[in-house]
Nanobody
Framework: VQLQAYGGGLVQAGGSLRLSCATS????????MGWFRQPVGKEREFVAF????????RYADSVKGRFTISRSNAKNTVYLQMNSLKPEDTAVYYC?????????????????WGQGTQVTVSR
């Protein structure tokens, strides 16, 4: 499975962006999906998780209530809607696929990763 994340950019604080993660090869149907991010000079951190059928979602406390993860298995695409963005949301955002069914917060349990897309939130 090859993943491509896109939709990042520069936005002012309080603004919104929608990230997308699509596969050009294979299907996402059999995978749970996650979004992670890595600010400059910091470790990668979990952002959001969605189960295979979209019924289960989980969020990091730092984004709860502002970000929404969703998926369209018909389109082989996973989304991350980001609202009320803050400067501390600035990071490279990665999507990843895991064969685990249960909620998976650890990046080590993800099998496939996209290339990352930069999100920059200005004050």
């Amino acid at each position: 499975v090859q993943l491509q994340a896109y939709g990042g950019g520069l936005v002012q604080a309080g603004g919104s962006l929608r990230l997308s993660c699509a596969t050009s090869e294979g299907t996402l149907t059999g995978y749970s999906m996650g979004w992670f991010r890595q600010p400059v000079g910091k470790e990668r951190e979990f952002v959001a998780f969605i189960g295979r059928n979209g019924a289960t979602t989980r969020y990091a406390d730092s984004v709860k209530g502002r970000f929404t993860i969703s998926r369209s298995n018909a389109k082989n695409t996973v989304y991350l809607q980001m609202n009320s963005l803050k400067p501390e949301d600035t990071a490279v955002y990665y999507c990843a696929a895991t064969s685990y069914v249960e909620t998976t917060y650890s990046g080590d349990r993800y099998d496939y990763w996209g290339q990352g897309t930069q999100v920059t939130v200005s004050r």
